[in-house]
């Protein structure tokens, strides 16, 4: 992984890690962070590389960075500076690698252990003392994606609607006030015991437009 890359100030929407035609933008947002730090690594694995970049732009209290030399299937997390302190509900940890909440893939597991949290795991104190210790080796990473799809190639398959499959459906709302549906397989007002009755609303013959009517 290059140590000297280039970057740009970028822009602070959208947030997430954002594939442009200059190259990628990060953005994140955060009321009282005091520094950010944009973390790359070339792997997933426990002993991956570890480049981090300074996040000095800020807009409108959201953080924001443009890197034109990376692209689809670059790992990244964030390091976040501020105070720690619980009291206030203020808990920045730069020892621990954060995901990216807009993050819209993520490499590797979780690998439960005492680094992975933010204060010292069983001290007396619980949650109220803050651990150094850092925990890029157990934690997740966000993935650059590429959204766009070449569909050109792309071929709508004929299916009839008689071999389609309904893969959703409201079964309440398709039987409890249709007419067209026998009142014993309605919804209606019955007891909880019955409400099963619902689900057989469906397959009775006759349905309403949406589902094929038929006379019995």
């Known amino acids: 992984m290059r140590k000297n890359l ?8 959208p947030l997430g890690a954002t594939l442009t035609e200059e190259g990628v933008n990060f953005a994140l947002y955060s009321e009282d962070a005091t520094a950010v730090e944009l973390c790359l690594f070339d792997s ?9 970049i300074p996040v000095t732009e800020q807009t409108d209290q959201t953080w924001h960075v443009l890197l034109p030399e990376i692209g689809p299937g670059q790992l990244y997390g964030y390091r976040v500076y501020g105070a720690y302190e619980p009291a206030r509900g203020l808990r920045f940890n730069p020892s621990k690698l954060l995901l990216d909440p807009y993050a819209q893939a993520v490499a590797g597991p ?13 001290h007396p104190d619980g949650d109220l003392v803050i651990d150094h210790r850092d925990d890029a080796w157990c934690i997740p990473k966000g993935v650059v994606i590429n959204p766009d799809f070449d569909w050109t190639d792309d071929v709508l398959q004929p299916a009839p609607l008689h071999t389609s499959i309904i893969y959703e459906m409201p079964v309440k709302g398709f039987s409890m006030l249709n007419p067209a549906v026998p009142g014993v397989s309605r919804l209606s007002q019955k007891p909880r015991s019955d409400r099963s009755r619902t689900f057989t609303g469906p397959s009775t013959r006759r349905r309403n437009a949406f589902g094929q009517p038929r006379a019995n």
């Open 110 to 122: 979780v690998i439960w252990s005492a680094e992975a949290f933010g204060y010292t795991f069983g």
């Open 44 to 52: 997933p694995d426990p002993d991956a590389n570890e480049l981090r």
């Open 6 to 13: 280039e970057i740009w100030r970028g822009d602070p929407y």
